[in-house]
């Protein structure tokens, strides 16, 4: 049996020793990782000076909306589509995101849809891979930002047009009951904008999975699609696109006061999604 006793633990001086390093190093790491972690005063305003100079390059297809680490460059005139570029705030690593939402269903305007890092890992070599934005630097950042709007904003929202998601959430909603219905229930909504089918059945659909999961029927969710089986039952496809045009509207208001003109009139052009 070995009397070998335990070895006592090192001494911090001795841990630092093996490290090749002192209590001076050691601090000004502990310093520099605190500042790194700790949100820089005026964010904020250094943000929305960045949107600011980017815009005036960028030209009149781009409007400034929300405010503060909020702001957001929307693509303008708006169609059947919320679609901006904005910033993920995460402190001192911030990040830009785009969101291409659909205003024929109940908006989220907090809901992302890319972000730089994951477009980064998915297209390399282009200029700006791995640039990590400074909202302290507004030229560098501006002109990241214009980058970002001008190609991948701009790349996916034609890549994700009314004409091209129509096709596939067609096909998502004949596998419906291999997958939720996160993506396939735009597709009323695409049918009656497109006139390629009744809305009826997907409605009914979407109703049908939301009765098992939200209890009260008076929901926002559950009286969005309520009201959209009662305006499309009748069968009228203008009164219909008229009521998905009120709504797109409404659902953008509700969360960011913008005037008639930052609208496109989607009832006579419905083929630029």
Excluded: C
């Excluded at 605190?34 to 409007?63: C, F, H, M, S, Y």
């Excluded at 693509?75 to 291409?100: A, M, S």
């Excluded at 507004?138 to 091209?164: H, Q, Y």
């Amino acid at each position: 049996m070995s009397d070998d006793k335990p070895k006592p633990p090192k001494s911090v001086t001795e841990v630092l020793e093996s490290l090749g390093m002192d209590r001076d190093q050691l601090r000004a790491i502990a310093k520099d990782a605190i500042a790194d972690l700790t949100p820089k005063k005026g964010r904020g305003a250094a943000w929305e000076k960045v949107l600011g100079a980017a815009v005036e390059t960028l030209g009149p297809n781009w409007t400034i909306i929300g405010s503060g680490l909020r702001a957001k460059l929307l693509h303008t005139p708006v169609r059947w589509f919320f679609d901006t570029v904005g910033i993920d705030p995460i402190p001192n690593r911030e990040k830009l995101t785009i969101t291409h939402l659909p205003l024929i269903e109940p908006l989220d305007p907090g809901t992302l849809t890319e972000w730089q890092d994951h477009y980064d890992s998915t297209h390399s070599g282009h200029d700006y891979h791995g640039r990590q934005i400074d909202i302290f630097d507004t030229v560098s950042a501006a002109e990241l930002v214009i980058w970002w709007a001008e190609g991948p904003a701009s790349e996916l929202f034609d890549a994700r047009s009314v004409e091209a998601l129509t096709p596939l959430r067609e096909k998502q909603y004949l596998e419906r009951n291999q997958s939720g219905p996160a993506r396939w229930t735009i597709l009323a909504g695409l049918r009656v904008i497109t006139d390629t089918g009744s809305p009826l059945e997907v409605i009914d659909s979407q109703l049908d999975y939301l009765r098992g999961r939200v209890a009260d029927p008076k929901a926002p969710l559950v009286m969005f699609w309520t009201q959209f089986r009662e305006v499309a039952a009748a069968g009228d496809r203008e009164r219909t696109l008229r009521w998905l045009d009120e709504h797109r509207r409404a659902a953008v208001r509700e969360h960011y006061p913008l005037p008639d003109s930052v609208f496109a009139d989607v009832l006579e052009d419905l083929g630029d999604g």
